[in-house]
């Protein structure tokens, strides 16, 4: 009697016959390029399309309005010959170098500043994020509202503290050198927070025991960040720092919009003087070469990082 009942309440589940596309997504091969084809198809669209158009326009003499017929390398042999080009090419590797450098410093600092236990740890690390949170533009506006030689809030605090005059206010973007100093202190109030955060993830993941053994061996604090903290985070800030060279590389944004390139092209970069020239003139030929000027330096920049990065993690 049990084994008739067990019999019957058994329940047989009948398999529908699996379509083609089913039956095509059991095989893993196809599997994959099925969820990879989204990123490709993306990728293709903004990054190949983009690019491989650049290097069309690059090499004709194509305006706004007008197509051109092909001319070679003589886009990029006039560039050669461009002041302004000279002095952006300069422009961008000091602005990358100087910013980068300054990030990774005050970024450590911070980082291992918030490593520590204190009261309100979580609510400073929340708020740190604010200035990498904010958009670029909005903050930039407020940047350039703080930098104007009549309502600076800068020159304000330096007037009441009679450090300057009134006849002596300073131009924060009217000088080239103050101005080119002023992009990157907005670059660096943008990025220290990345920094900060990232390289804060990296310490905690260092163990305390390696610390406590350094220190019970004698080792002071600065003995055990050179020789225990700093080379297990050097491929951790390796990586941060490809990132921000690539992104502070191809600025665009924070400088056009607190100097579009002024005074006198002393800030100009590669991407504000590619659009100058592709957008603001209509030349899209010159602008495409500008642009595809970057590509060289940049991947020559990754390459260096990305060998050294190895390196570092098979030591």
């Not at 309502?151 to 101005?179: K, M, Q």
Request: glycine share 6%.
């Amino acid at each position: 009697m049990s084994l008739l009942s067990a019999a019957s309440s058994r329940a047989y589940v009948v398999r529908r016959p699996r379509g083609p596309i089913g039956r095509m997504l059991e095989d893993e091969r196809w599997l994959g390029l099925a969820l990879l084809a989204p990123t490709i198809i993306l990728l293709g669209l903004f990054v190949a399309y983009p690019f491989v158009k650049g290097i069309e326009l690059a090499v004709t003499n194509t305006t706004v309005g007008q197509p051109g017929h092909f001319v070679g390398l003589q886009n990029f042999v006039a560039l050669w010959h461009d002041d302004i080009f000279r002095m952006a090419v300069w422009n961008t590797c000091l602005y990358t170098v100087v910013a980068t450098t300054t990030k990774l410093a005050l970024g450590l600092w911070l980082a291992l500043l918030l490593n520590r236990s204190f009261r309100g740890k979580a609510f400073m690390r929340a708020f740190i994020l604010l200035p990498f949170i904010i958009p670029t533009v909005l903050s930039t506006f407020a940047w350039k509202w703080m930098f104007d030689p009549t309502f600076s809030v800068i020159n304000y605090v330096l007037l009441h503290l009679h450090l300057i005059t009134v006849a002596d206010r300073i131009n924060w973007l009217g000088e080239p050198v103050l101005a080119m100093v002023s992009v990157i202190i907005v670059n660096v109030w943008r990025g220290v927070p990345f920094f900060a955060i990232s390289l804060l993830a990296g310490l905690q993941t260092i163990s305390p025991e390696l610390h406590e053994a350094a220190a019970i061996d004698g080792a002071r604090a600065w003995a055990r960040f050179r020789h225990v903290t700093w080379p297990l985070l050097l491929p951790v800030t390796m990586v941060i720092m490809l990132f921000s060279v690539i992104q502070t590389f191809a600025d665009f944004q924070l400088v056009y919009v607190l100097t579009g390139g002024g005074p006198a092209n002393t800030t100009q970069l590669f991407a504000t003087y590619a659009y100058q020239i592709g957008i603001g003139t209509g030349l899209l030929s010159q602008g495409a070469a500008i642009s595809l000027a970057i590509f060289p330096i940049l991947l020559l920049v990754v390459i260096v990082q990305l060998v050294y990065i190895r390196r570092v993690e098979t030591v």
